[in-house]
């Protein structure tokens, strides 16, 4: 017996047979034993450390499951989309958001309408109340006369996470809509991938403005991907 008789097992890599291995990363998987690279998960799925499947590649937090796609789990927000031909990522499905006034639940196989009176942008796992209503997100929300709203929106920017932290995204926004910057917070960013392409083109910046209520609904009017693109490049 020889020491490079001791392989990998699946899930973790090393450079060569009789060395130490380590657990695949998160993102990626390996289904094989021994040497070799992790390969990683398809477009808009991710792993947990030392995954050994391809199904362990599910749908990153906000997507749910469309029936005939095992690879995909229900989760929140998202649906996973089946592709063949050229587009497809090897051995998998990718995924996709929920439309805007919809939201996915874990344990769902399909994204659900909004309730009355409250709304979500794309990808979303609850709902929020619409101006001129308010309510805990993905709760009942009732009408108020004088209160603040939570306008909520997404901004698609072509840039790249890691590039996203360097320009002055909230006080740009908030210029752009006559905000103070203390009433625009970020409530997530997530990078989007082209179904050609395994790199991230662009990011989804899930946007909240707290505001009179008298003035919510001029703001999600004015809270749109191209006017608030425009601000932010001049």
């Known amino acids: 017996d020889e020491l490079t008789d001791c392989t990998c097992v699946v899930g973790y890599t090393a450079g060569t047979d009789g060395v130490q291995c380590s657990a695949c990363d998160a993102r990626t998987y390996k289904a094989v034993t021994g040497a070799g690279e992790c390969s990683t998960c398809p477009p808009g799925t991710s792993s947990t450390s ?3 499947q391809l199904k362990d590649c599910t749908c990153l ?14 989760d929140r927000g998202w649906l996973g989309i089946g592709m063949d031909g ?9 995924c996709a958001a929920c439309d805007a006034g919809m939201f996915g639940t874990a344990g769902s196989a399909d994204c659900q309408v909004c309730p009355p009176n409250s709304d979500s942008c794309s990808g979303s796992s609850l709902c929020y109340c619409s101006p001129g209503f308010k309510g805990d997100d993905g709760g009942a929300c009732t009408a108020c006369s004088d209160c603040t709203s939570t306008v909520t929106f997404t901004v698609t ?3 790249t996470e890691d590039d996203f932290y360097y320009i002055p995204y909230v006080a740009g926004v908030a210029q752009a809509l006559s905000l103070t910057s203390s009433s625009v917070s970020i409530a997530s960013v ?4 082209s179904r050609r392409r395994l790199l991230a083109s662009s990011v989804a910046v899930d946007t909240t403005a707290t505001v009179p209520t008298a003035k919510a609904a001029a703001v999600f ?6 006017n608030l693109n425009r601000a932010l490049a001049s």
């Open 50 to 52: 030392g995954s050994g």
């Open 61 to 74: 937090p906000g997507f749910s499951n469309l029936p005939g796609f095992s690879n995909t789990r229900a």
């Open 86 to 94: 050229p587009d497809r990522p090897p051995g998998g499905a990718a």
């Open 157 to 159: 920017l072509a840039i």
């Open 190 to 193: 997530t990078e989007q991938f």
């Open 221 to 226: 009017r004015a809270a749109t991907s191209e």
